[in-house]
C-alpha cells in the first residue's frame, strides 16, 4: 500500500509507533515533509474529525489519534524548521482561553519558525491578558491566536480589544486561525489577519511585519 494511505490509516488507529516509523521511511524515499503532512497526518485527521462528529468514535480514539499525529510531526519538525532564515520578527502564539485544542496552533508556530520567525508559544486554554502581557514584554509585532471551538472563538475579540483599549494596536498586530473561525469572522472581530492553514498563516505573518 502506498506509504501515505498507510500514515492514514495507522493514524486513525493511533498507532503512533508504527506513524514515527512510517513517516521516517516516507523521508527516506524522498516524500517531501510537507506532502506527508498534508496528505497523511491532515488527512487521517480529518478523517478522525468526520468520524468523531458523527459519533462513530469517542474521545479516547481521538486522543489516541491525537497523539500519533504529534509522534509524526515530531519526526517532520527538524526538517519543516531547516529552511529557517536568521529571525524576522517575533511572534507570540497561543490557543485561546478554554480551549485544549493545539495541534494546528503547534504546526502554525513549526511553520512560523522555519520561516525565520522567534515564536514564543503559549500553549493552549491561554488568558486574554496573558497574550498582552507577555507580546509587551517580548517586543513581539505579531500575536497569533488559534481556536477550534465556536464557543472559545469570541476569545480572540477579547484581546483585540484589550490591545485597542491599551493603544497597542498599531504596535503589535493580529492573526487568527482554527476550524471554525473565518476571513469574515476575522475582519467583524478587527483581527489583522485571518490565516486558512499554517502555510498561509506564514505568508500573513510576513505582510503583517512588512506593513509595520
Ligand atoms: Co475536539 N473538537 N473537542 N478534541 N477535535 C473538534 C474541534 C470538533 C470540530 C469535532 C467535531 O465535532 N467534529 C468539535 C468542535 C465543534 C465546535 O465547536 N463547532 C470538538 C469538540 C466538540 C471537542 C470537545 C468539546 C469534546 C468533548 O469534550 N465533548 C473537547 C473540548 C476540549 C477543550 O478544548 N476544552 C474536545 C477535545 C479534543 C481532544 C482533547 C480529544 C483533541 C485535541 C488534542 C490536541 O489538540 N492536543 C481533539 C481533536 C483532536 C479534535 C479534532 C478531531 C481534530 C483537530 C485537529 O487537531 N485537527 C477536531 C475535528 C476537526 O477539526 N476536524 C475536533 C488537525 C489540525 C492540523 O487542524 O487545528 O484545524 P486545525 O489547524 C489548522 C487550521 O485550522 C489552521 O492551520 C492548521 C493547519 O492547517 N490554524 C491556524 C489553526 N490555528 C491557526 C492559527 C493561525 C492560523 C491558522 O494563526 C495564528
Known sequence: MDI???????????NNK??????????KQKIPAKEILD??????????????????IFL?????????????????????????????????????????HDIGKNLVGIMLKGAGFEVIDLGND????????VAKKENARV??????????MLGMKKVIDLLNK????????TIIGGAPVSEEFAHEIGANAYGYDATSAVECVKKLIKRS
Open 60 to 100: 479516547p480514539e481521538v486522543l489516541l489519534s491525537a497523539r500519533a499525529m504529534y509522534a509524526g510531526m515530531d519526526e517532520l519538525k527538524p526538517i519543516l524548521i531547516k529552511e529557517g532564515v536568521p529571525t524576522i520578527g517575533k511572534v507570540v502564539i497561543g490557543t485561546v482561553q478554554g480551549d485544549m
Open 4 to 14: 501515505l494511505k498507510q500514515i492514514v490509516e495507522n493514524l486513525q488507529q493511533g
Open 166 to 173: 491599551q493603544g497597542l494596536s498599531s504596535e503589535i498586530k
Open 126 to 133: 491561554v488568558p486574554p491578558e496573558r497574550f498582552i502581557e
Open 39 to 56: 496528505n497523511g497526518l491532515i488527512a487521517g485527521m480529518d478523517i478522525i474529525g468526520k468520524q468523531f462528529k458523527a459519533h462513530k
Open 143 to 152: 500575536i497569533g491566536m488559534s481556536a477550534l471551538l465556536t464557543t472559545t
Open 18 to 27: 508504527r506513524i514515527s516509523e512510517l513517516v521516517r521511511q516516507a523521508l
